[in-house]
């Protein structure tokens, strides 16, 4: 969620930033702008809308200056709008912020008491009129910064420019991730190093309550209580940052493509010749796992939850992220948390993990990102090694985290003695397998296309499903409503019949994932009760299963026969291309749907 970019360089700042800004549009955000320095001037552009906008404003309106500062706004406090589009300005003061000021409303009566005139309706026009203000009084930028970081509470990362100044960008960081890049006299400032992978490979990653005073000579970095502090510097791999489509319209569509690929690379990771190999974890000693994560993620924890009990006995309880710290739930000290989340930087999902870190044995994150908040701060963080994940609906982030989850799970059952190593050779023999079966999933596109042509007219869409497919029906129903905008829901299929069947009518479809394993014949007659209320059913079994569910079913996809626990993740293949062919015949943005953000870096 938004984007910033921070540039100390010898060569024109502008096309530096509004480059490594589009390397951010995958964050999500409704509006764009810079700031530079030149010759001591501060000036700044902004637009409206897509970087585009941004561009041919500064064809018009040209921004000179080797120092700057830019961001992409996903709109919080005011609508989205030139004037409430940052960088923010206020005298001699510029700003760029990601994140929620609290006690905004507190600064702003005390500002306007002062006599500031405010222009916006955000929040972070109180920082730089605070700032402005210190500034005032006879304080230097950087103690005009410090003082302004300090009457701040919230989540931000924030990166301050000044007139007169070519050579200082001080920022923070606090909740927000914020990473500094180190040049050869030059030094840079980005949301995360996908932005500064062009500029550097040296990145060194700020913590909690830090903040910098930077020059192009180098930064020097403050802890929370104003200490000076060494922070590592990082060498990022620059292929790993890499962004393009790959010959593919969309990054939905490549990320998609790319799932047999990386899971197969994630099993290379985890599995050798001893087994799996998960430092730092042994099951034995743990007495309940609790899962916490948003949004697709938080589906994965419930996929997760049928294998640690079913394979492990390992009792699982999931939470979404956003609730689980507010009712105060009890912990056990021999339990574990387990966090997931791509990003490694979800709001919700971190603050959750420090609400839980003295509080249980054990902290576990699945992570995209291992240099992320989420990984930093648990004890053991796994990496499921999807690469970068551009596009906002997540897809094979969502597989990997399966993968990683499920190899968790066999590992918990082999420590709590449920599993023998021929039991344990033979699952990992199905894993093995995955990368092949969905490489066949994926010659379904055709097929997806022509029914995603019907589905496009639809205004509601059911997703059904039983046991470790009720979290998929979940999953296929948001990623529809992301990228489509048509309102779905997914349901266990035994509760149609306590109230959702309501909604049946032959204007809705309905999909039902269900391989033919031990609770189909159960699926198979919820689907007879969608058809005889005149419900168009899409059944997405497999072979076996099509034949089975016999006449009356609208359209069928027909998957390859798979271990009936592994099927989630199999299944997820034609889920997402439903959401993506049918937001392509709907005509939607597909990679940067409306309202959306990538990485929710705010409450």
């Not at 530079?36 to 018009?60: E, Y």
């Not at 200490?227 to 969309?250: E, F, L, M, S, W």
């Not at 609730?323 to 959750?352: H, I, M």
């Not at 129903?477 to 489509?484: N, V």
Request: charged share 20%.
């Amino acid at each position: 969620m938004c984007g910033i970019i921070g540039v100390l360089g010898s060569h024109e700042a502008a096309p530096l930033m509004v480059e490594a800004l589009k390397r951010l549009e995958y964050r999500g955000y409704d509006s764009a702008g810079i700031a530079t320095v030149h010759q001591g001037r501060l000036d700044r552009r902004r637009a409206v809308g897509k970087l585009v906008n941004l561009s041919d404003l500064l064809v018009h309106e040209p921004l000179a200056g080797k120092a700057g500062i830019g961001h992409t706004r996903w709109a919080t406090h005011g609508a989205p709008s030139v004037t409430n589009a940052h960088p923010h300005r206020a005298g001699g003061v510029a700003v760029v912020h990601n994140g929620i000021i609290e006690n905004f409303r507190e600064l702003r009566e005390e500002l306007s008491a002062a006599g500031a005139q405010f222009q916006t309706e955000t929040d972070t026009e109180t920082i730089v009129l605070l700032a402005e203000r210190h500034m005032a009084e006879g304080m230097s930028p950087a103690e005009a910064a410090e003082a302004t970081i300090r009457r701040l509470t919230g989540a931000f990362a924030l990166c301050f420019l000044f007139d007169g100044e070519d050579d200082l960008l001080i920022c923070a960081r606090q909740g927000s991730p914020l990473a500094i890049g180190h040049g050869e006299g030059e030094m840079f400032v980005g949301s995360d190093a996908i932005a500064l992978a062009p500029l550097t490979d040296r990145i060194t990653y700020l913590e909690e309550g830090d903040w910098a005073v930077i020059t192009r000579k180098g930064a020097e970095i403050f802890d929370a209580a104003g200490r000076r502090a060494n922070r590592a510097v990082t060498q990022i791999q620059i292929g790993a940052a890499r962004i393009d489509k790959g010959g593919y319209k969309h990054f939905m569509a490549k990320e998609i493509a790319e799932q047999p690929g990386v899971i197969g690379s994630a099993l290379d990771h985890y599995l050798s010749d001893a087994g799996i190999e998960m430092p730092g974890l042994d099951f034995a000693v743990c007495d309940r796992l609790v899962m916490v994560a948003c949004g697709t993620a938080s589906y994965a924890c419930m996929v997760a939850k049928y294998w640690f009990e079913q394979l492990a006995g390992l009792p699982v309880e999931v939470d979404i992220a956003s609730e689980f710290r507010y009712r105060e739930p009890p912990l056990s000290p021999a339990s574990w948390s387990v966090f997931v989340s791509q990003s490694g930087e979800t709001a919700d999902t971190l603050a959750a993990l420090r609400y839980t870190k003295e509080k249980v044995a054990k902290v576990v994150s699945v992570v995209n990102v291992s240099t992320s908040s989420i990984a930093r701060e648990s004890d053991v963080a796994l990496p499921i090694l999807a690469g970068v994940e551009v596009s906002v609906a997540s897809t094979k982030g969502f597989t990997c985290q399966l993968t990683v989850l499920a190899l968790m799970a066999l590992k918990a059952a082999v420590d709590r003695g449920r599993m023998d190593a021929d039991q344990l050779a033979a699952h990992l023999a199905h894993l093995r397998n995955l990368p092949g079966l969905m490489n066949h999933a994926l010659l379904l596109g055709n097929d997806v296309a022509r029914i995603a042509a019907d589905l496009a007219e639809a205004q509601d869409i059911l997703f059904l499903g039983r046991g470790p497919m009720y979290p998929l029906a979940l999953e296929g129903a948001l990623k529809l409503k992301e990228i489509s905008y048509i309102h779905a829901e997914g349901y266990a299929s035994g509760e149609l019949k306590h109230g959702p069947i309501a909604l049946i009518d032959q204007h809705v479809p309905v999909v039902v994932l269900a391989p033919r394993d031990a609770l189909y014949e159960k699926t198979v007659s919820n689907m007879q009760e969608v058809m005889a209320r005149h419900g168009k059913v899409l059944l997405i079994s497999d072979a076996e299963g099509v034949h089975e569910a016999g006449a009356g079913v609208w359209r069928s996809l027909t998957l390859p026969r798979i271990e009936p626990w592994l099927a989630p993740v199999l299944y997820a293949l034609p889920a997402q291309m439903l959401a993506y062919h049918t937001a392509i015949a709907k005509g939607t943005d597909v990679d940067q749907p409306r309202n959306l953000a990538k990485s929710v870096t705010v409450e």
